[in-house]
């Protein structure tokens, strides 16, 4: 049975006893602030002896503190307009109960997989590593809370060697659709909950972790967790799901005897049936929806998977099907109007990818005294259009790929602001959420970009 204990309050109480005292002299001691040569006056500096006597924080602990949210306890609506960013903040939120839900789903997952066992010992030279809960609403209204463990606290050579775990090519799955279309088959989805946690560490992988917040253990006597299983937040988690999953794929008891491609690390072929596979997402294509179920049921006796039937929406590319006339649409409108919406440009006025007569590069500022002055937030936003656009041209908007090519070959700080309009002419461009790519049973238009 997993128990989740109420979260502390967010004041620190410090002890009565504790007061501020005056501290003066010409030696710094611990505790007390270095002098500042701008401060003309002569007045004792007041610290509070029962903060500086505090451990200082580790490097990362400054960063984290840089970037963590507190929790407003005052005006709780703000904490819970957004996904809260700590088990506090959730605590606090407007919605507590549908968060303790999530968080209470995930600790049975983690105990019923077997993920890590309570121990009350640790070595000496372990080092014990933490955790935090990321909570997340899902596009379906569903609350998901993940216990990701802080990966960055892993040592290389001590805690993992390997990483590298390849994911199915946008390319692969663009072929794949435009075969449904082509050849009227069965083209179906599903994804596996809480993958990482299916598996094995390695014995010499295995790592300490700290006991979660909000965690009750269920012995009295533990003071760490050891993970047997893989944990989200693990660098080695993505590679271990990989083989795991490769292995399962590819046994004998597989209803279908499936390869693995020679073009796509990603990609298994078998007799009358290709699966494709993102991490935990897998996309099914066979002209015998029997075999699918068949292969669906294999899976699921292994892990706990959630069958999504017909594939309506894969790696955030919505797809629409029109069996009766062999058409298959994809596009990418919630995330089109996400990046409109992000960078302010839900108003402007559309226009084409590309303006007539634009010039990129050192040579739009020749004749000119000085370069424009940019600034790191400039440069900032630039980057980030830039990186938005490129998924979109990557997976649904070839139209616009030309255009978002050629403006990476000059990222350069020095000239992003005569760049910043075209790019602001392709987002104005994303604000037509008809636009998408058709696949039909006719090869002449099998690939063709409606406008």
Known sequence: MVIFKSPPSNKEKLPSSTKAQDVEGPERKRGQPRKNPRLKSKEPVRVNLAIAQRAPPSRHQKHLALNARVPNEENPSKSGST??????????????????????????????????????????????????????????????????????????????????????????????????????????????????????????????????????????????????????????????????????????????????SVFDECLYIGSDMAIAVYVDDTLYLSSSIEAISKVKAFLSARYEMRDLGDAKNFLGIRVSRDRANCQLRIDQQEYCEGIVKLWGMENTKRDTPMTPGCKL??????????????????????????????????????????????????ASPTYPLQQGDSHKSQLRTHHQNNIGTNFSNHMATSASIQI
């Not at 440069?379 to 259009?385: A, C, T």
């Open 83 to 260: 996904c809260p960013q700590s088990f506090k903040e959730a605590m606090v939120s407007k919605e507590k109960h549908q968060w303790l839900e999530a968080v209470f789903d995930e600790g049975i997952a983690l105990v019923e997989s077997g993920t890590f066992v309570e121990v009350s010992e640790v070595p000496l030279k372990e080092k014990l590593m933490g955790s935090r809960w990321v909570f997340t609403k899902k596009s379906d209204s569903r609350f998901k809370a993940r216990l990701v463990i802080r990966g960055f606290e892993q040592r290389y050579g001590i805690h993992y060697t390997k990483t590298y775990a390849p994911v199915v090519n946008l390319k692969t799955v663009r072929i794949l659709l435009a075969l449904a279309a082509h050849f009227d088959l069965e083209l179906q989805q599903s994804d596996v909950r809480t993958a990482f946690l299916n598996a094995l560490l390695p014995p010499s992988e295995r790592v300490y972790m700290r006991i979660p917040e909000g965690w009750k253990t269920m012995n009295d006597d533990t003071i760490a967790l050891l993970l047997i299983k893989s944990l989200y937040g693990l660098k080695q988690a993505p590679k271990l799901w990989y083989e795991e999953l490769h292995q399962t794929l590819t046994s004998e008891d597989c209803p279908v005897r499936l390869e693995r």
């Open 361 to 410: 590069g050192k040579s739009v500022f020749e004749g000119q005294d000085a370069l424009p002055v940019v600034t790191e937030e400039d440069l900032r936003i630039y980057k980030g259009m830039l990186g938005s656009l490129q998924y979109s041209a990557m997976a649904t908007r070839p139209d616009i790929a030309y255009k978002v090519g050629n403006s990476t070959l000059h």
